[in-house]
């Protein structure tokens, strides 16, 4: 039986599709994609819930989560646990939706890493919160800072950190939680590609002075002009992988020739019964 949805996101009707409450916030619905929980969220009611965890000075991250995502946590349980104990766990690819319509919920849309962030800058062009920028090459975090600030008057940036291509050493954890604790922004953007960005805001969340962290990968790299995204008919057909297969062939060819075919199959096995996967 599939179950009904309601247009909220919050509360549901049994814990195997349910993250847990914490701090007092409500639970929210989550559908089982091979083990990870996918919050069902459209971009309204994602900004919804971001708003009011703003408001509440609730601590968390937010992982944007589509095959990649889902796939790379099928070897690795601790990347699972990571995304399974976010805050919010987005519906980042088409087939994120897809599987959460096939289980009934009808209201589940794509909310994709770039349109959540120019969702929330605009949503904060009236309302209190200052982000913070943290991710890309050189240069890239300033640029993106400038456009947005350029299409969204208004917009509080409270600054914008470009990490070396490595863990960051003592001295850099230390001016970063320096920055953090003078500039005290609510919302903290990471750009640093699956699953980099998520082991750093697991990691790193509780030592920083920031309310949330969003992982949103190549967003910095859209909005700054530096990478053309796909058309929106490609993205809203589960195309969008062909498009940037194509741009950036040998960086990216490994990942989707083989992690398409790996998620197709597993999630034929998944919905046939073959295999059961648990939420852990």
Not at 79 to 108: H, S, Y
Not at 252 to 279: D, T
């Amino acid at each position: 039986m599939f179950a009904a949805m309601s247009d909220s996101p919050f509360a549901s009707t049994s814990p195997e599709n349910t993250s847990p409450s914490v701090s007092g916030f409500p639970a929210i619905k989550r559908v089982n994609v091979l083990g990870v929980g996918i919050s069902v969220l459209n971009l309204s009611t994602a900004r919804e819930v971001i708003a009011d965890a703003v408001a509440r000075k609730r601590k968390g991250y937010i992982c944007i989560t589509g095959v990649h995502g889902v796939t790379e946590a099928q070897d690795n349980p601790d990347f699972r646990q990571i995304l399974n104990n976010a805050f919010l766990c987005t519906p980042d690819g088409m087939p994120m939706v897809w599987m959460g319509k096939l289980r009934g919920f009808r209201e589940m849309g794509r909310v994709y890493g770039p349109d959540l962030m120019l969702e929330l800058c605009r949503w904060s062009q009236q309302s209190p919160c200052k982000h913070f920028f943290f991710g890309g090459a050189p240069g890239v975090a300033e640029e993106l800072s400038a456009r947005l600030e350029s299409r969204f008057p208004g917009l509080q940036i409270a600054g914008c950190y470009t990490p070396p291509f490595r863990p960051l050493n003592s001295s850099e954890e230390i001016a970063l939680e320096q920055m953090l604790r003078e500039t005290k922004p609510d919302i903290m953007w990471v750009g640093l590609s699956t699953p980099k960005q998520e082991h750093f805001m697991a990691r790193y969340l509780s030592r920083l002075n920031v309310t949330l962290m969003v992982g949103v990968g190549a967003a910095f790299d859209f909005h700054s002009g530096r990478v053309k995204q796909a058309p929106r008919w490609m993205q809203k057909s589960g195309l969008e992988w062909f498009y940037r297969l194509c741009q950036e062939p040998r960086r990216l060819w490994r990942r989707y020739l083989r992690n398409n075919p790996l998620f197709v199959a597993r999630i034929f096995c998944q919905l046939s019964g073959i295999k059961h996967y648990r939420l852990e």
